[in-house]
């Protein structure tokens, strides 16, 4: 396992939050997190599983737990395979702006960014 990478991680995801904000004005996600009941807008409260570091065919290693999305923020699955297609690592809780991104390419590797807000811990079945 390559650790200078690993510890690069934050700084993939920093970049990727600035790279999402400026698709945040979507007309898609402006409706999924206000809800009308009895006439009035509610703001849908949604809860994400939280997995900072799990690497194929084990178990969360590092930060597992649930966040509770805020109304800027949804579920995220972050998914890093090797050039040949091997998965390597995936990660997921919440993240600001959050867009769905494909093949992003990181040194050596390519990452996979999904994002969801239908239901409490909608990201496990991404």
């Known amino acids: 396992m390559d650790k200078s990478l690993l510890l690069e991680l934050p700084i993939l ?4 939050r600035a790279l999402s904000g400026s698709l945040s ?3 898609d996600a402006v409706n ?13 409260i949604v809860q994400c599983r939280m997995c ?3 690497f194929p065919g084990e178990k969360c290693s590092r930060g597992r737990g649930i966040c509770t999305a805020t109304t800027e923020e949804a579920c995220m699955v ?4 090797k050039r040949d297609g091997n998965p390597w690592l995936t990660f ?8 769905d991104v494909k093949g992003i390419r990181w040194s050596v ?3 996979n960014f999904r994002c969801c807000r239908s ?3 909608c990201n496990e079945d991404l």
């Open 119 to 121: 239901h409490d811990l």
């Open 78 to 81: 972050g998914r890093m395979f």
């Open 32 to 44: 999924e997190i206000v809800a009308v009941k009895n006439n009035f807008p509610v703001i849908e």
């Open 52 to 54: 900072h570091l799990q």
């Open 25 to 27: 004005m979507r007309n």
């Open 109 to 111: 590797y390519l990452v």
């Open 92 to 99: 997921m809780g919440c993240l600001k702006n959050c867009a």
């Open 13 to 16: 995801l920093c970049c990727f």
